[in-house]
Antibody
Framework: QLQLQESGPGLVKPSETLSLTCTVS??????????WGWIRQPPGKGLEWIGS???????YYNPSLKSRVTISVDTSKNQFSLKLSSVTAADTAVYYC???????????WGQGTTVTVSS | EIVMTQSPATLSVSPGERATLSCRAS??????LAWYQQKPGQAPRLLIY???TRATGIPARFSGSGSGTEFTLTISSLQSEDFAVYYC???????????FGQGTKLEIK
């Protein structure tokens, strides 16, 4: 069945760029039925949508993070990636990738990866 | 920006009883509403989308209702595995945009 797996550094220094990749297995990222997105959850807090991408490369971002976020897709590797620039301690969170049906919701999630922003 | 407000923040219910969780949108989201369950250390799991459609594999004891700005998730006859945090989420179909509520913790009474 479809699986998503996040990967990337667990520790990022303040002011630097956080970079994560989500690898999709058991299915194709090049489906017209889905967006692919990133969501984060600070320790002990709720969920925040960061942004999403379509296989064509069209991107959609949370307005509150838009100035710092870049999401890209590599269909040849069945992967999509997140870059978050100028990070601060407030960006410390578990970062999830997820499949998002065009009709709505987020139906398949990665296990999440913890990213800590600290010097 | 659409703000999603869930109530109550914490709900204490005994196993076997019914739980009713509420979610309110600051403006109409039509039926573009999903519910998720999250257990400690786990990723969220989609329960309901389209306000009332159960996701694949979700037991029939989970039901969603509502439209516009007022939504409800009902869990009939609570099982031990149902105690978790529940989030509602609105999604704008175009352009894609998603907002979560702050969550309701369902705990054992």
């Amino acid at each position: 069945q479809l699986q998503l797996q996040e990967s990337g550094p667990g520790l990022v220094k303040p002011s630097e760029t956080l970079s994560l990749t989500c690898t999709v297995s058991g299915g194709s990222i090049s489906s017209s039925s889905y967006y692919w997105g990133w969501i984060r959850q600070p320790p002990g807090k709720g969920l925040e949508w960061i942004g999403s991408i379509y296989y064509s490369g069209s991107t959609y971002y949370n307005p509150s993070l838009k100035s710092r976020v870049t999401i890209s897709v590599d269909t040849s590797k069945n992967q999509f990636s997140l870059k978050l620039s100028s990070v601060t301690a407030a960006d410390t969170a578990v970062y999830y990738c997820a499949r998002q049906p065009v009709l709505g919701g987020m139906d398949v999630w990665g296990q999440g990866t913890t990213v800590t922003v600290s010097s | 920006e659409i703000v999603m407000t869930q109530s109550p923040a914490t709900l204490s219910v005994s196993p076997g009883e019914r739980a009713t969780l509420s979610c309110r949108a600051s403006q109409s989201v039509s039926s573009n509403l999903a519910w998720y369950q999250q257990k400690p250390g786990q990723a969220p799991r989609l329960l309901i989308y389209g306000a009332s459609t159960r996701a694949t594999g979700i037991p029939a004891r989970f039901s969603g209702s509502g439209s516009g700005t007022e939504f409800t998730l009902t869990i009939s006859s609570l099982q031990s595995e149902d105690f978790a945090v529940y989030y509602c989420q609105q999604y704008n179909n175009w352009p894609p945009e998603y907002t979560f509520g702050q969550g309701t913790k369902l705990e054992i009474k």
